[in-house]
């Protein structure tokens, strides 16, 4: 295998979708369950900053390779 | 030439759905109040948000709409599925019961709201009759709708009615994807009723009711019109769900950036679930 092409497939590993779609998706919902919970106000504080970065980051990782 | 075709449509799309997003972004970030417009439009900042995110309010309204979308959806589940179950059985009539179990959902939120308002007034309104026929208690001495203990089930209880049959729905899609065959082999290997119930049917209809629990979850989570019809957030604040925390603020007390701020963190949350269940009806179609 040629060089570029170990890299190439390094770098498609590192940015394969699957994985990052689903730690994006995790952000979502820790995200909505901080919104929601009864226990903590700093919990519910971060909540959205949580959320909004899981959306942003899902977004971006949507366009990933597979 | 595509492109003429195509821009009547963007330019709908751009004045209905991403100029009042636009102005509606730039507004969260200022302090207008539309009872006080002859104001100069002030730049606050994040401090709209900072007000929403620290206000205990707010958090005691998102937990309100919590505890409503957990048991409404919990309960849709588990008698829509009961009634996909039952209706995926041939019956004499069951085109007629399909019907039938179907109605509420085709209602408007907004003639299930004054209906069941008339169905559960304490003086006149059947429901409290029948259930003094099943437990002897004064039909005017209890308000489903008057009442604090009560009236949190009351919506929960007619957004089942009007939405279980659209769960229904969903399972049954579920339901008849099972192909024939694998219940076949299953009598074979002479397994009982229970056992193909959890191993067969109920592993495969749990992408469907994934896909029903995340549909009904990002409505429940927007409801505004029946249950603004049915308690309008009473009593007290005890069914005040956060749409219409949020049409207070906009509409009764005039904040417009704060309530700009509020509808946006709302967005970004419906937003962020939006694409969980897009990914999810994805998954259910590629079975």
Known sequence: MS???????????????GPWEAGAMTLIGGGIIMLVQPWSI????????????????????????? | MAWLFVAPTIALLLAINIFPLVWM??????????????????FVGLDNFTDILTDEDVWFRL????????????????????????INRQFRGHSFWTTIILLPMM?????????????????????????????????????MTGQVSLAPWT???????????????????????????IYEAAEVDRASAWRQFWSITLPMTVPFLMLAVLFRAIENFKMFDMVNLLTSGGPGSTTELVSITLKRAAFEKWRTGYSSALA?????????????????LNKVKQR
């Open chain 1, 3 to 17: 060089g570029s092409a170990v890299a190439k497939s390094g770098v498609s590993r590192w940015f394969s979708r």
């Open chain 1, 42 to 66: 700093d919990l519910y504080g971060y909540s959205f900053v949580t959320i909004l970065a899981g959306t942003i980051g899902y977004v971006i990782v949507s366009h990933f390779p597979e």
């Open chain 2, 25 to 42: 972004i730039r507004l969260s970030f200022t302090s207008l109040n539309l009872s006080m417009s002859y104001l100069p439009l002030r």
């Open chain 2, 63 to 86: 937990q309100t709409t919590a505890q409503f979308v957990i048991w409404s959806v919990a309960l849709q589940v588990v008698i829509g599925y009961g009634l996909a179950l039952l």
């Open chain 2, 107 to 143: 209602l408007s939120p907004a003639v299930v709201g004054n209906f069941w308002t008339l169905l559960l007034q304490p003086q006149i309104g059947p429901f409290n009759y029948v259930i003094s026929l099943f437990t002897g208690v004064p039909p005017s001495s209890f308000s």
């Open chain 2, 155 to 181: 919506i929960v209880l007619v957004d089942t009615w009007m939405w279980a049959p659209y769960v229904m729905l969903i399972c049954l899609a579920g339901l008849r994807s099972i192909p024939d065959y």
């Open chain 2, 264 to 280: 946006i963190i709302l967005f970004v949350t419906v937003f962020g679930a939006a694409n969980i269940y897009v990914k999810a």
